[in-house]
């Protein structure tokens, strides 16, 4: 699998060190983002540039975001988004809420399917979702895809968790195709509206209440749109110069 396109604690490290460097040496780009939070400072070090860049994520600290990074989403490309969530349940009790329509009712859309690999479903949506169950393995995945060639992809697998007890951990995959990404009016950045992927923390958020009746850490959803609409910037961008030229 290609390395996934996001923030990790160490990628953000570079980057700020990266700024540093640039705003160092006195380059117009890196003096312009500099400048948005610091005016008229001639002396700056690394923890500065480390909140400029947490400013630019949409983060009130460096903490903060280095705090939220393993809650984040990542691209593993153009069109496949991927989320994790950690749940201190069983994996009977996470693939039930998973794999049973009324469950899945609570925390993310009302919907009807049968349990099967190739049944149809109907998520009650606006506009309605409709296709079929690309894979069910009990205990293991679902996925649901679509008739575009998209889907929604579940997965869950068991990690240790502290002093020696098991945790499920839930991998969400949501696959647009590479075309419809490439092809949407407005690009991969409207393709890919960052309410989209905001929005799996909140669903993500409805599931982990479900389960275990705590609230977790409020989200900002305004921040997160910034955040994710930062990261599909970079994304299109780096799209654009490694596809070939028409």
Excluded at 15 to 41: I, T
Excluded at 67 to 93: A, H, Q
Aim: charged content about 20%; overall charge negative; proline content about 9%.
């Amino acid at each position: 699998m290609p390395a996934p396109h996001g923030p990790n604690i160490e990628n953000l490290r570079k980057q700020a060190k990266s700024l540093l460097r640039d705003w160092q040496r006195g380059e117009s780009h890196a003096g312009e983002r500099v400048a948005a939070y610091f005016l008229d400072a001639p002396n700056l070090g690394l923890q500065n540039i480390q909140l400029v860049l947490a400013r630019e994520y949409g983060f009130n600290s460096w903490s903060a975001l280095v705090d939220f990074v393993p809650r984040l989403g990542t691209f593993d490309d153009i069109g496949t988004f991927r989320i994790n969530r950690e749940f201190p349940v069983t994996s009977e009790r996470l693939w039930h809420a998973l794999s049973h329509p009324e469950e899945i009712e609570i925390w993310l859309l009302p919907v009807t399917f049968e349990p099967n690999t190739g049944a149809a479903y109907a998520f009650r949506s606006q506009p309605p979702m409709t296709g079929t169950l690309g894979e069910y393995h009990p205990q293991h995945a679902i996925r649901f895809d679509s008739t575009d060639g998209a889907f929604w992809r579940f997965a869950i697998e068991p990690v240790a968790g502290e002093g020696g007890s098991t945790r499920m951990l839930l991998t969400v995959e949501d696959r647009m195709t590479l075309e419809s990404v490439r092809d949407f009016p407005g690009g991969p950045a409207k393709a890919w509206n960052p309410g989209v992927t905001a929005g799996w923390h909140e669903i993500l958020d409805a599931l982990e209440h479900h389960l275990t009746a705590h609230h977790p850490p409020p989200i900002d959803y305004p921040r997160l749109c910034k955040f994710y609409d930062r990261v599909i910037a970079q994304l299109a961008g780096q799209h654009r110069h490694e596809s070939p030229a028409s």
